[in-house]
Every structure is written in structure tokens, then in C-alpha cells.
């Protein structure tokens, strides 16, 4: 909820999640949430810690010959973004012929 919102309406999404919700949220400091505009919108549940942690990309490091146009470097938008993607990629085909059948 609220993927599409811009930094600015990500930080007040925040803030309105921090004073209706009764659900744990990570601890974000106020100075990382000032400078940074650090979010719930950074962080994802671990599924083996069950413990908050930030979205971070894999290590890269420069190929030897460098093409500007080629290079693709991950960021934490891009890693969140692929992980969404590869979950939906993964539903079963069962589900999308259901939807068919009703119209959805």
C-alpha cells in the first residue's frame, strides 16, 4: 500500500502508520528519518529472523570494460522492485486461469 507514493508522501505514510497502527513497525531514528527520509517503505520482514531489515542491494563492483549505456546497478529501489517481481512471477499458473474464468 502506497509503493507509488513519491519520498515526500512516503515519509508522511510513515508517520500517519506510526500514530494509528497498533502493529510493531521498525525503529527509525528521527535524524534518519529527517535526513535520509528513511521509511517503513526501506525495510521488509526477514522471514528467517522474523526481525525488520533494510532493503540492500547485492555488492557490485565495475565490469573491466566499461559501457556507460550497459551498466545496470542495483539500488534498493531496484532490489525491492525484482523481489516484488519474482514473487508474482512465482504464483501458480491456478490462480491466474481462476481469475480468467471470473473476469478478473
Known sequence: ???????????????????KSGAPIPQ?????????????????????TKAWALWAPENWSAPKKIIFSQ????????TRAEYIIEKIASLPLERSMIREEHGL
Do not use: N
Open 28 to 48: 527509525i531514528s528521527a535524524q534518519k528519518q529527517i535526513s535520509e527520509k528513511e521509511s517503513i517503505f526501506d525495510y521488509y520482514v526477514d522471514m528467517d
Open 71 to 78: 551498466l545496470l546497478i542495483p539500488t534498493s529501489d531496484s
Open 1 to 19: 500500500m502506497g509503493g507509488l507514493f513519491e519520498t515526500d508522501d512516503r515519509v508522511k505514510f510513515h508517520k500517519e502508520i506510526l500514530e
